[in-house]
Nanobody, 126 residues
Framework: QVQLVESGGGLVQAGGSLRLSCAASGRTFSSLTTGWFRQAPGKEREFVAG????????YYADSVKGRFIISRDNAKNTVYLQMNSLKPEDTAVYYC???????????????????WGQGSQVTVAS
């Protein structure tokens, strides 16, 4: 079982930037596709960004494309989410998660992710 700990959330003005980090325990992290998801009050959890176990440029929800960048450092067992040009509608609790299976290459539906962090609050003030 992989344990995940997010950090880097906080309060920022619209147009500002934040970087979230997700530190993972476990020796299998480099073989796990990882995703960032968010949940705003009264809404369902939604996909934000994902990166395959092998790395690469990442996958993004349309709402964040061009503003957010996901990356991973397998040597540090850490995944990052750089969030730029933040908007009030980006306000949510952000979660990182890893896929249920190693070397996973399917969709980034939350149902396909088995280990989740505790969440990090991001609040964007207008």
């Amino acid at each position: 079982q992989v344990q995940l700990v997010e950090s880097g959330g906080g309060l920022v003005q619209a147009g500002g930037s934040l970087r979230l980090s997700c530190a993972a325990s476990g020796r299998t992290f480099s073989s796990l596709t990882t995703g960032w998801f968010r949940q705003a009050p009264g809404k369902e959890r939604e996909f934000v960004a994902g990166i395959r176990w092998s790395g690469g440029s990442g996958y993004y929800a349309d709402s964040v494309k061009g503003r957010f960048i996901i990356s991973r450092d397998n040597a540090k067992n850490t995944v990052y989410l750089q969030m730029n040009s933040l908007k009030p509608e980006d306000t949510a609790v952000y979660y990182c998660a890893v896929a249920k299976f190693t070397y996973y290459s399917g969709s980034f539906s939350p149902a396909n992710f088995g280990s989740w962090g505790q969440g990090s609050q991001v609040t964007v003030a207008s």
